[in-house]
């Protein structure tokens, strides 16, 4: 990695990802697993494993739990992904993924993480000042862990853009409603997440584009509005991209979410144009569907999605 790093990606509650394939599942009996798979996890440790792979520089940072942090730090290290935590005490919580192949269904369940006080958000801000120094790209992602106050991510943006770093937040609730009000340069909500600050249904084209360009005129200068296996919304002020991914089969939607969140960096620290934004950021996460576990592809399988994205250009 170079003196600078490029994208630093912070996760504030990281996971161990468990990936348990079974044929389906049966409720209040005892199930045997056909495999299982054990990934570094984590929104933004997802974000620092696809980025690695397409040969991007990027460090993976944050809270880390200091009864565990050497087998999460182990498991960075064989992917050959740089990493900073803050350790505070107790464990980093394991994810359950349950992946039942005859129905194609993925079934989560999450931990809530270690807990977190006064000292150990100081001890944080601290080191990120640091961190800040080196990076070009801050992406903020996933969960808060429990202590931490839902406007966390607020000062957090409020310092990255304070010293002209540009930020990409990916999270939800409280935490994205707060983040909003700090103005983070790019934005990646579901449908979900966009009607959860709208406080009302969108029944249509015209009302998440309208959402999505209230963001815009906050300031926000790329709204994603990701539709899963239907592709994404890309609003930007250089114009507005509805992109469709190829289909995929037996797909495994853990970490698609963050590979776009990858994808929209990744071409964004690059300069690249909005259509080949959307293209890759549309073919990475699909592609990371198409693997089992929390898994990515490399920069030449995502190079040959790009081919297979539908994109279409939309006038306001």
Not at 95 to 104: P, Y
Not at 178 to 203: C, F, M, Q, S
Not at 204 to 212: I, K, N, P, Q, S
Request: include cysteine.
């Amino acid at each position: 990695m170079s003196d600078a790093v490029h994208i630093l990606t912070v996760t504030l509650n990281p996971a161990l990802d468990k990936m348990i394939t079974l044929p389906a599942l049966t409720r209040g009996e005892v199930n045997r697993a056909q495999s299982v798979r054990v990934d570094p996890g984590g929104k933004g440790i997802n974000v620092a494993r696809a980025l690695t792979l397409w040969g991007g520089d990027s460090l993976a940072a944050g809270w880390i739990g200091k009864q565990d942090r050497g087998t999460l730090i182990s498991r960075l290290q064989d992917r050959g992904i740089p990493a900073s935590f803050v350790e505070v005490e107790g464990e980093t919580r394991t994810n359950l993924k349950i992946m039942e192949s005859k129905a194609g269904r993925v079934t989560d369940l999450n931990e809530p993480g270690f807990t977190v006080g006064a000292s150990e958000m100081d001890r944080l801000m601290e080191q990120y000042r640091s961190w800040l120094k080196m990076t070009s790209w801050v992406v903020l992602s996933g969960s808060l862990p429990p202590g931490s106050p839902s406007d966390w991510y607020y000062h957090l943006i409020r310092e990255a853009r304070s010293r002209d770093k540009p930020v990409v937040l990916d999270t939800s609730g409280e935490a994205l409603q707060e983040g909003l009000k700090a103005v983070p340069t790019v934005v990646k909500p579901n449908r979900d997440e966009l009607e959860g600050w709208l406080g009302k249904p969108i029944r249509g084209d015209d009302d998440l584009l309208e959402a999505a360009c209230g963001w815009l005129r906050k300031g926000v200068e790329w709204v994603v509005v990701s539709l899963g296996a239907d592709g994404a919304w890309f609003v930007t002020e250089e114009g507005i991209y509805r992109s469709r991914p190829p289909a995929v089969a037996d797909a495994h939607p853990v970490g698609a979410g963050d590979a776009m969140v990858a994808g929209l960096v990744w071409g964004l620290s690059r300069s690249m144009s909005p259509e080949e934004i959307a293209r890759w950021a549309t073919a990475a996460g699909a592609l990371a569907a198409s693997k089992p576990g929390t898994q990515f592809g490399t920069f030449e399988e995502v190079n040959r999605w790009v081919k297979r994205v539908a994109l279409q250009r939309w006038d306001r």
